[in-house]
DNA sequence: GGCATAATGTACGAACTGGTACGTTTGCGC
DNA sequence: GCGCAAACGTACCAGTTCGTACATTATGCC
């Protein structure tokens, strides 16, 4: 088969790749630029297929967006559904939880960075979308059991409730990832290092059980 | 032109006047709508001079940013300086420190808005700065004089160092304020409610102790 | 094989946006 | 007063950016 090669140039037709290929590269452009920085003609650059494609999946760039913040949520869910956490008392499932918020957010900064984002614009589109909280729920019902458990053990205080306990769980994993470069630049302690890393891992754990064992 | 109404118009001279005012103008666009999403013509609009001085005066675009971070930084300098440390141990100065941080960030979201912004773009601006990175080693050598005489005193741990420490304290300060809106959809929980933040700034404080405290 | 529809490519346009050319006014030293 | 530089206003331009009209090809179905 010596095809002549461009002429007919062979398109083949595939909605879900063309759909998926999009996403991705608007995933990586959004978070790297913002919203209002990104650009719908470097995202369409980036794919193997054309700009045209982009408002014909998803209608512009606000709903491009739109699609991709709900991707990243999404590919987050049930974080703590492989945990195997009712096998072990509250302070060590506790500890496995932190750990994975710490090592999710480490490996996910695209999804953080999105997180950042939409905050910057008032999470106007989060609000916009039931789906997602509800989808967000199940890391607090988790945290519940694991502190109603703790709490019967005698191991954990009672005047602190999931909400607070994720509050404080994930704004440590979370600034770590998004506040690298400010922070690096200001106290020259570059995050990401694998020493420096593993430090604070053990850190965020030792945290939160130091503050939960406390008799007020 | 039988244009009578404003003739001379009475314009006045004020340089200081016209940079202070883009200035403040600026920070509230560039916080509000980020780097790219900001536009020059709403920061003119918004002046009670003309776009032409923006050029003038800054230069360009960039570097009204560039003006905008510096005076943000500038203005949480030696944020420390005022709390009286030196007179009460080292868990009365850390308890205020750790205070002090958290009602700077709850008053400042601009300033966390824009810190949020300059991650986004990688911290590109911030570290062209030399005179900015200084002006943040305060806090360090604050935090360090304070763990020091923690140490010396019995009541704190001594393997958390001071940039470990002020990871921990602004991580949950900050997160509080840049993340509001993301965490206020997901969890319903309003973090500027003056019940939840204070029961916050107490959380916040115990967590630091107990940690220090904690015998390893 | 023919046809209807989904999927895709190309080229272009209208509006926006950062930046500037050009002219005018103010204030200050004398 | 007078002159001159600093301070300021207006109108405009050129490049960019989102979005679309129009044409074309692939694919499933009978």
Request: aromatic share 8%.
């Amino acid at each position: 088969m010596l095809e002549r090669m461009p002429p007919p140039s062979k398109r083949t037709n595939d909605p879900e790749r063309t759909k998926r290929d999009i996403l991705e590269v608007a995933m990586a452009e959004f978070a790297s630029e913002g919203y209002s920085g990104a650009r719908v003609d470097a995202i369409a650059a980036r794919t193997r297929t054309s700009k045209r494609m982009i408002y014909y999946y998803f209608g512009g760039k606000e709903q491009l967006y739109l699609a991709v913040l709900e991707e990243a949520y999404r590919s987050i869910r049930a974080l703590e559904d492989q945990l195997d956490i009712a096998s072990c008392d509250a302070r060590e499932g506790l500890r496995r939880l932190i750990e994975a918020t710490f090592d999710h957010d480490e490996r996910n900064p695209n999804f953080i960075r999105l997180v950042s984002i939409e905050n910057i614009h008032h999470g106007k589109h989060l609000k916009q979308n039931l789906q997602l909280r509800q989808l967000n729920a199940s890391v607090i019902e988790t945290l519940d059991g694991i502190l109603r458990r703790g709490r019967d053990e005698g191991a954990f205080r009672d005047d602190v409730d999931a909400i607070d306990l994720h509050l404080a769980i994930s704004s440590y994993c979370f600034f770590r990832v998004a506040n690298r470069h400010t922070f690096g630049a200001l106290f020259d302690r570059d995050l990401s290092e694998p020493k420096v890393l593993a430090r604070s891992r053990a850190q965020i754990v030792e945290m939160i059980l130091a503050w939960l064992a406390a008799t007020k």
